[in-house]
T-cell receptor
Framework: SQQGEEDPQALSIQEGENATMNCSYKTSINNLQWYRQNSGRGLVHLILIRSNEREKHSGRLRVTLDTSKKSSSLLITASRAADTASYFCATANRGSTLGRLYFGRGTQLTVWP | NAGVTQTPKFQVLKTGQSMTLQCAQDMNHEYMSWYRQDPGMGLRLIHYSVGAGITDQGEVPNGYNVSRSTTEDFPLRLLSAAPSQTSVYFC??????????????FGPGTRLLVL
């Protein structure tokens, strides 16, 4: 499979804590993206990191990429109940059809008030 | 802009029936795709298109047809519905930024139940 794999499958934390999710993949990539999905909704793009980048920030989100280990992490700082959702990583694989993304199975994050 | 829209939101079919899931986008995106999402399976690509008149198969194309006659629309047809096609279907679109395909914009999804 060319999919990414998120870890953990489920994460439960209190408001104010940080949440860290990891993604591992198997092939060379052009970029890696993180998406969020609220229950019963479509996916919403959060952040994209290119293969030549190591870290990227967007508000309370911090994404790192280690191409030597073929892994990425998503950190949500000072989490809120509204952050409760499923989080997916997706890779744009080098040599694959342009535009095609390969999604992992997701991490279910629950933030308790 | 409405973004990516999908109709219907919910549908119940009997085995053997056919139907078309509609997808439209108003962002003038070249790339459009259909995914299905099943519990514990993530998103799997069914078909995709890189422009009007051009379509190709994804990971799980069997039982589905697509066409792309306009940039805006990318309907997905179920030829003869089977219970295994019970799923949530998402349409997505994307465009190039400085020559690279990047962020995908997703529709709200269609929940399909095949009895």
């Amino acid at each position: 499979s060319q999919q990414g794999e998120e870890d953990p499958q489920a994460l439960s934390i209190q408001e104010g804590e940080n949440a860290t999710m990891n993604c591992s993949y198997k092939t060379s990539i052009n970029n890696l993206q993180w998406y969020r999905q609220n229950s019963g909704r479509g996916l919403v793009h959060l952040i994209l990191i290119r293969s030549n980048e190591r870290e990227k920030h967007s508000g309370r989100l911090r994404v790192t990429l280690d191409t030597s280990k073929k892994s990425s992490s998503l950190l949500i700082t000072a989490s809120r109940a509204a952050d409760t959702a499923s989080y997916f990583c997706a890779t744009a694989n080098r040599g694959s059809t342009l535009g095609r993304l390969y999604f992992g199975r997701g991490t279910q994050l629950t933030v308790w008030p | 802009n409405a973004g990516v829209t999908q109709t219907p939101k919910f549908q119940v079919l009997k085995t053997g029936q056919s139907m078309t899931l509609q997808c439209a986008q108003d962002m003038n995106h070249e790339y459009m795709s259909w995914y299905r999402q099943d519990p514990g399976m993530g998103l799997r690509l069914i078909h995709y298109s890189v422009g009007a008149g051009i379509t190709d198969q994804g990971e799980v194309p069997n039982g589905y047809n697509v066409s792309r006659s306009t940039t805006e629309d990318f309907p997905l047809r179920l030829l003869s519905a089977a219970p295994s096609q019970t799923s949530v279907y998402f349409c997505a679109s994307s465009t190039r930024i400085q020559g690279a395909w990047e962020t995908q914009y997703f529709g709200p999804g269609t929940r399909l139940l095949v009895l």
